[in-house]
């Protein structure tokens, strides 16, 4: 049986210009510098002003940066902010879009393979960092956002994608689901374990991973109070996306307490600017600086 599970869109593209910055005041202080470990930051598929970028920075340390429009978006608002960003002390957890399965399978209906189609996305993601400023060896995780064990053309298309970054100077990542999901009959899989065997099966470049993993617990929910990386049942992560926008009632009702009354999570201060909150082991999990 063809298993295909979708995660919520990291954030949802509809409400991605929401205007937010229009909402934000200027802030002329130099931001202050986080010393918490593990380090705290944020993802979010529109691009929030410069304003609060600015002040946001007292509470958070890195940001995720698309390269490519986000899911479900026609336009990407991040970029040409690298330099802006990393002047005022921001990391980078840099991110480009996947595709979703039934887009592999119409590429590979009218001719083009899941690998070619991986490598040509790849292509995109790698043009595009080195637009941006990205140095080399700078992490680029794959959004891949349905969860459950991966589909032999999921697995063509995402181990492609990532093989062809490895070889590029810059170095692969992936985002990927570490809730459990059915799979054989009294068994559960995350999608990040596997990724990992494929990657260990068939002897490929290790790749650096961005845990989507809300369920509370282990998820502390809308708060920058964090736990251990490792706590997300995950072990070997780069980073762990902990909550998110809007929140899945059925994963997070012990800690729905932590979120807004319309199940979206706020940047402190900034009750319009919703948001993923994500750790990581860096300040700068992509090394992007």
Not at 78 to 107: C, P, T, Y
Not at 224 to 242: C, F, I, N, R, V
Not at 243 to 271: D, E, K, V
Request: proline share 8%; with cysteine; net charge negative.
């Amino acid at each position: 049986m063809r298993r295909s599970i979708t995660l919520p869109v990291c954030v949802l593209a509809l409400l991605a210009a929401c205007g937010c910055s229009r909402s934000t005041p200027a802030v002329e202080a130099a931001p202050t510098t986080l010393s918490a470990s593990p380090a705290v930051g944020f993802d979010r598929n529109g691009y929030p002003g410069d304003a609060a970028m600015i002040a946001m920075r007292s509470s958070f340390a890195f940001t995720g940066y698309w390269l490519t429009n986000p899911p479900g978006a026609h336009r990407n608002t991040w970029l040409g902010k690298r330099e802006f960003l990393k002047q005022h002390g921001w990391g980078f957890l840099v991110l480009a879009n996947g595709r979703l399965d039934a887009e592999i399978l119409s590429a590979q209906k009218h001719g083009t393979p899941p690998a070619n189609l991986a490598r040509a996305d790849a292509a995109i993601a790698i043009a595009a960092a080195k637009r941006e400023g990205f140095p080399p060896h700078t992490i680029l995780f794959l959004d891949q956002e349905e969860g459950g064990a991966l589909l032999d053309e999921q697995a063509a298309y995402l181990l492609g994608w990532t093989e062809a970054v490895a070889t590029s100077g810059f170095r692969p990542g992936v985002y990927a689901s570490g809730q459990p999901t059915p799979d054989d009959p009294g068994t559960t899989i995350t999608t990040i374990d596997d990724i990992r065997k494929h990657v260990q099966a068939q002897h490929l470049h290790e790749i650096a991973v961005f845990d989507a993993q809300d369920a509370c617990p282990p998820a502390p929910g809308c708060t920058l109070q964090t736990k251990p990386l490792d706590a997300s049942g995950e072990l070997g992560l780069t980073a762990w996306q902990y909550s998110q926008s809007p929140r899945r009632p059925s994963l997070t009702r012990s800690c729905a307490a932590t979120y807004a009354a319309n199940g979206s999570c706020y940047a402190p201060g900034f009750p319009t600017v919703f948001l993923d909150m994500d750790e990581a082991s860096s300040a700068d999990p992509s090394h992007g600086r």
